[in-house]
């Protein structure tokens, strides 16, 4: 328990009618020395049972949400005891930088054995996890002689999952035939899929006409089949640290949140075209989703999406040697990176030869505002020229600004210019599919 804030007012009351009583003597003095003092310990003892007879209790209608969202916390305030309490203050110290709240400080009153219920509303404002409060929850005399604080802390943990972004019209590169996404690839004729029939001509496939449809319309016709494909795609994340840049405080952005927004988009993709997915990534510790299908790889991916930070020390490049010598061949490579040098681009065109390979650049310089590019960042012209050089040899390139609206991700794709030079890789891949 600790004392209200003008309290020593009453003591140094006490103190003169004590001296004056001791030196004068008289009722008066005496009968002003024992109404103080007795006021000083009824408000005491007050205080003391008063806020040993609250309870409280708190609840929350979700512990998982998506950055941007609100969940409600019930807080439930009760009064035990015979006597009403004249006030009471809550304080709610939740993670603001996580979660920021409607109501951070509140006061109410209790009645006589009767209770509140509080709503609360908590703004996820970044992805990670964290429990509600603490809740600090002050009550105290009426007189403000005394206060007491109850800490009441939440054992359920809140997850914060990566905003997603709507992103069905992107065009991931696909790599295994007969899937459920609709391709214009010939290559991907699904024969088991028929469409229509339609007139033969030439260059159609001679197997495919339909003999029957010939005879009666004494002209010849042929099968057209859906197109669909599919692919088993996979994640690389680059979260090392002297890579990604924060410049959100001098009017930039991070470069490591937006690429954190980008798998998760891409993973809700792969889910809704009911493809594989994985995630692999090296961050404050090695983090891998083996690929799978279906809502259960999503849950996972978004879990480790949710707590992964920009720590790590290890390279793009060197995170691609490490994990794609298991991979099976055509699968469909995504790597989101603000960093893109020669090795890496060399440790790109080799995959190329096995896998479809998309690349996704952050821009860095536009995401450190007045702060500046990171320690490890190419210079602007030489990832731009080797970007281009990549979508050159059948590389999926796209270039993220700061502040781009994720939805018109496949409005970034890089379109190749003209007068480009010939490629130079130091170390050149085998074969170029």
Request: proline letters at 5%; hydrophobic letters at 40%; aromatic letters at 6%.
């Amino acid at each position: 328990m600790r004392r209200g804030r003008h309290d020593w007012r009453l003591p140094l009351l006490i103190l003169v009618a004590y001296v004056s009583a001791r030196v004068n003597g008289g009722s008066h003095n005496y009968f002003l020395l024992y109404a103080t003092a007795l006021l000083w310990a009824g408000s005491w003892l007050m205080t003391r049972y008063a806020a040993s007879q609250v309870t409280c209790t708190l609840a929350v209608d979700r512990d998982r949400i998506e950055v941007g969202e609100t969940i409600t916390a019930k807080l439930r305030l009760e009064n035990e005891g015979w006597v009403p309490i004249l006030w009471l203050e809550v304080d709610d110290e939740t993670p603001p930088r996580l979660l920021e709240s409607d109501r951070p400080r509140l006061g109410t009153t209790l009645p006589l054995a009767g209770c509140r219920l509080v709503h609360v509303n908590l703004t996820a404002r970044r992805r990670g996890r964290c429990h509600v409060g603490p809740l600090r929850i002050r009550t105290g005399d009426g007189l403000g002689l005394f206060a007491r604080e109850i800490t009441l802390r939440s054992r359920q943990q809140i997850t914060i999952y990566p905003r997603v972004h709507p992103i069905d019209d992107l065009r991931i590169p696909l790599a295994q035939p007969f899937g459920h996404v609709r391709t214009p690839e010939r290559a991907f004729e699904d024969p088991s899929n028929h469409a229509e029939i339609r007139h033969y001509v030439p260059g159609d496939n001679p197997r495919h006409i339909h003999w029957r449809t010939t005879a009666r319309m004494g002209t010849l016709m042929t099968r057209q089949y859906e197109l669909s494909a599919t692919t088993q795609l996979i994640l690389f994340l680059d979260l090392n640290r002297d890579v990604h840049v924060d410049g959100s405080a001098s009017g930039g952005g991070s470069s490591a949140e937006t690429a954190v927004e980008i798998a998760a988009s891409l993973a809700a993709l792969a889910l809704r075209s009911k493809m594989e997915a994985g995630l692999v990534c090296m961050g404050q510790e090695r983090f891998a989703v083996s690929p799978g299908r279906g809502e259960r790889t999503f849950q996972e991916i978004m879990e480790v999406l949710a707590q992964v930070e920009a720590e790590g020390d290890m390279l793009m490049e060197q995170l691609l040697e490490a994990e794609t010598a298991h991979l099976g061949h055509r699968a469909t490579l995504v790597v989101i990176t603000p960093r893109l040098t020669q090795l890496l681009a060399d440790r790109l065109l080799r995959l190329r030869v096995s896998h479809r390979v998309m690349l996704i650049l952050l821009d860095a310089d536009t995401f450190a505002g007045g702060q500046g590019a990171p320690q490890q960042a190419a210079p602007a012209a030489a990832q731009a020229h080797l970007a281009e050089l990549l979508a050159l040899r059948r590389v999926t390139v796209y270039r993220v600004p700061c502040g781009a609206d994720l939805r018109q991700l496949a409005s970034m794709r890089l379109q190749v210019g003209e007068g480009v030079g010939a490629w130079s890789p130091r170390a050149r891949p085998q074969a170029i599919s």
